[in-house]
């Protein structure tokens, strides 16, 4: 795979160090899906219809946690990142899930697997 992602990029001009930072990213992803023993899936480009619930997720993170208040740094935003995570899946309630926070809708939480 990685071959034949250099040979098309080299015909269409794309840099190589690029290429294969891409590739080895690709690999990366697909071993970490690999461990957790989970599979990708992909959404059809431009089409909001396949992909609208993660665009929401993308505003509600730039809305309610990256553009919430004025950080220092991106390390002092980084870390307010896994609070506000907390927030939103304990104890923000979801319109969707008819006022209730997505833990709710868990039916095997880390530590109590059956």
């Given at each position: 795979m990685v071959l034949t992602t250099l040979r098309r990029t080299r015909a269409s001009g794309v840099d190589r160090a690029q290429s294969c930072a891409a590739a080895g990213?690709?690999?990366?992803?697909r071993q970490a899906l690999a461990d957790l023993g989970a599979t990708g899936k992909?959404?059809?480009?431009?089409?909001?219809?396949t992909n609208g619930k993660v665009e929401r997720f993308h505003r509600t993170l730039l809305d309610e946690w990256a553009y919430q208040r004025p950080y220092t740094s991106n390390t002092e935003r980084t870390a307010a990142l896994a609070d506000f995570l907390h927030t939103y899946n304990h104890h923000r309630c979801h319109t969707a899930?008819?006022?209730q926070s997505p833990i709710t809708r868990v039916n095997n939480p880390a530590g109590q697997y059956s």
């Open positions: 990213n690709l690999f990366a992803w992909l959404t059809r480009a431009y089409r909001p219809q899930l008819g006022g």
